[in-house]
């Protein structure tokens, strides 16, 4: 299936657009939209007493089993002494909670505790129902080359995160 909507992003002489234009044009749409994302979710968190950086290390809880402040601390780039903060405010406001991991009680596991997920819920409901119908626009296989940026990109991004986050420490 050929998406009709795909098709008019394919305008005239966008074949013979040069790459290179094309990628610096991509990369500066993706900036923007991470910082709309950024105000969106920043917005989100004001909502809720919370920080930007407290709504993401929530979204790593959503999205991880057992997860520890190290954890935390090594995924998003954020000094141990950061996260504890982090994780002191989410649990002060029901976010979470901190548990003794029952195969070994010397390890202390954070847990989402689920209390303003349908509040969460509701707050982005709009922007993900108009985010599927945008996809929704599109076939199977641009779908999934989407997808594969996407996750490349995922992946480069947390790579830099890597690389910058251990480069500024002594």
């Known amino acids: 299936m050929v998406s009709r909507r795909s098709d008019q992003h394919e305008g005239p002489g966008r074949a013979q657009e040069p790459v290179a234009a094309l990628v610096e044009q991509l990369m500066t749409a993706l900036r923007d939209q991470a910082s709309r994302g950024l105000m969106l979710h920043g917005a989100v968190a004001?909502?809720?007493?919370?920080?930007?950086?407290?709504?993401?290390?929530?979204?790593?809880?959503?999205?991880?089993?057992?997860?520890?402040?190290?954890?935390?601390?090594?995924?998003?780039?954020?000094?141990?002494?950061?996260?504890?903060?982090?994780?002191?405010?989410?649990?002060?406001?029901?976010?979470?909670?901190?548990?003794?991991?029952?195969?070994?009680?010397?390890?202390?596991?954070?847990?989402?505790?689920?209390?303003?997920?349908?509040?969460?819920?509701h707050l982005f409901a709009g922007f993900g129902e108009e985010v599927a119908a945008i996809l929704g626009d599109y076939d199977a296989d641009r779908l999934a080359f989407f997808l594969e940026i996407t996750r490349r990109l995922d992946a480069a991004a947390r790579e830099a995160t890597v690389r910058l986050t251990e480069g500024g420490r002594a």
């Open 46 to 121: 004001e909502r809720f007493g919370l920080n930007f950086t407290d709504l993401k290390c929530l979204d790593l809880l959503r999205s991880e089993q057992e997860l520890t402040a190290g954890r935390i601390a090594a995924a998003t780039g954020l000094s141990t002494s950061a996260v504890t903060t982090v994780l002191d405010r989410l649990e002060r406001r029901g976010f979470v909670e901190r548990r003794r991991a029952p195969e070994d009680r010397r390890k202390v596991v954070v847990v989402p505790t689920g209390r303003h997920d349908a509040e969460m819920q």
